[in-house]
C-alpha cells in the first residue's frame, strides 16, 4: 500500500532534487528540499480536508486527481497562476510577466516579478481567505454526530440552523477586514466577494450533481432488483458488500468535485507561492520545489482515503477544518501584517495533531468500556 500510494511521489522528489541541482547547483538543490518540507508542512491540513471530499469520488476520478490534477498544481497554480496575477495587477503582458520571471529580482525592489507579486497580496489573500472560511463556517454550523470541542461546537451548531448564516458571517469579517486592514479596501472588498462565489458555486454545482448522481443510481438500483436474475445478482455481490464505487460520485458529479478540490488546492497555496519568494527567486526552482510538495500531499490525500483514516479517528476532520479556520484569519491578517510561514505552518500540524491524539484516547476509552469502536463520518 505505501509503495503504491507514494511511489510516484518518491520518484518525482528525485527528479524534483535533480532537476534544483540542473537549475542552480548545490544551492538550488537545497532549495528545493526547503521548498518541499514547506509545502508539506503548510499544506497538510489540506489533505486531511481533500480525503473527506476525495472519498466520495469513485476510483477513476481519483486517478484524475493525482494525475491531471497533479499538472494542474504544479504547472497551474505555481508556475501560471502567479505569472497571471503579475499580468492583472501589474498592468503588463505575458511576454514581459515570463521576462520578468526569468530576470528573478527580490520583493524590495520595485518593478521585478515578486515585489509585483507581494504587491498583489492583498486581494490574493482576501480571496483565499475568503474560500477557506467559507468551508471552516459551513462546517462548524453544521450539527455533526461527533462533535471535538463540544462547548465550542455545540452552540456554533444551534446558531448554524439560521440559513445562510455562514454567508453572513464570511462577508461581514470580509468587510471589517477591507476596512481595517487593507490600503485599497474596494479591491480587497471586490477579490474576497469572489472567493465566496466561488466556493457557492463551484461546492453547490458539485453537491447538486452529487445528488442527482446518487438519485440516478439508486433508481437504477431499484430496477435492478425488480428484475434480478442470477447473473445480475453474482455480478453485485452475492454477501450484500458494497462494491467498489458504489455510492460514489462520477460524470459531472465528480467533475465539479474535481473543480472544487482544485480551487481548495489554490486557496492553501496562496500563502506558500508568495511567501516562497522569500527563500528564492527563481520561479522555477519554486515551481518545483512546491511542485514535488503538492505531489506528497496529493499521495497523502489518497492513502488517507485507502486506509479510512478519517474513519478510524473520528476527530481528525474536526482539527483540519479548525486548522482552515486558523489559516483563513492569517490571510485575512495578512492584508497588513507579515505572518511568519512557520507560524501558520505550527498552527496547522498542532491542531491535527491535537485532533489525532484526541481520536486515539477517544478510541482506547470506547474499547477500555468493551465497546467497539464505529467507523463514523464527522
Known sequence: MLLKTFGWSVAITVAGLVGGFFLGGASGLAIVAILIVLEVSLSFDNAVVNATILKRMNAFWQKIFLTVGILIAVFGMRLMFPLLIVCLTG????????????????????????????????????????????????????????????????????????????????????????????????????????????????????????????????????????????????????????????????????????????????????????????????????????GVGAMWIRSLTVYLVRQGTLDDYAYLEHGAMWAIGALATILFISIKHEVPEVITGLIGVGFIGAAFLASVRRNKRIAAEGGEVEHVHA
Open 91 to 290: 498592468g503588463v503582458g505575458p511576454m514581459k510577466a515570463i521576462d520578468l520571471a526569468i530576470k528573478g529580482g527580490d520583493q524590495e525592489t520595485p518593478g521585478t516579478y515578486a515585489y509585483m507579486l507581494h504587491e498583489a497580496h492583498p486581494s490574493i489573500a482576501a480571496f483565499g481567505g475568503s474560500f477557506l472560511l467559507m468551508l471552516f463556517l459551513n462546517f462548524v454550523f453544521e450539527d455533526h454526530k461527533v462533535k471535538w470541542l463540544k462547548p465550542i461546537e455545540r452552540p456554533l451548531a444551534k446558531i448554524g440552523k439560521l440559513d445562510q448564516l455562514s454567508v453572513v458571517v464570511a462577508l461581514l469579517v470580509l468587510v471589517l477586514a477591507s476596512q481595517f486592514l487593507a490600503e485599497d479596501a474596494g479591491t480587497v472588498l471586490f477579490s474576497g466577494v469572489l472567493g465566496v462565489m466561488t466556493y457557492l458555486l463551484v461546492g453547490g454545482l458539485g453537491d447538486l450533481f452529487e445528488q442527482q448522481g446518487l438519485a440516478e443510481h439508486d433508481a437504477a438500483d431499484d430496477a435492478d432488483e425488480a428484475e434480478a436474475d442470477s447473473k445480475e445478482s453474482a455480478e453485485n455481490g452475492k454477501d450484500g458488500k458494497e462494491l467498489p464505487g458504489v455510492g460514489k460520485a462520477a460524470g459531472k458529479a465528480a467533475f465539479f468535485l474535481f473543480m472544487y478540490l482544485e480551487v481548495l488546492d489554490a486557496s492553501f497555496s496562496f500563502d506558500g507561492v508568495i511567501g516562497a519568494f522569500a527563500i528564492s527567486q527563481d520561479i522555477f526552482i519554486i515551481a518545483v520545489g512546491l
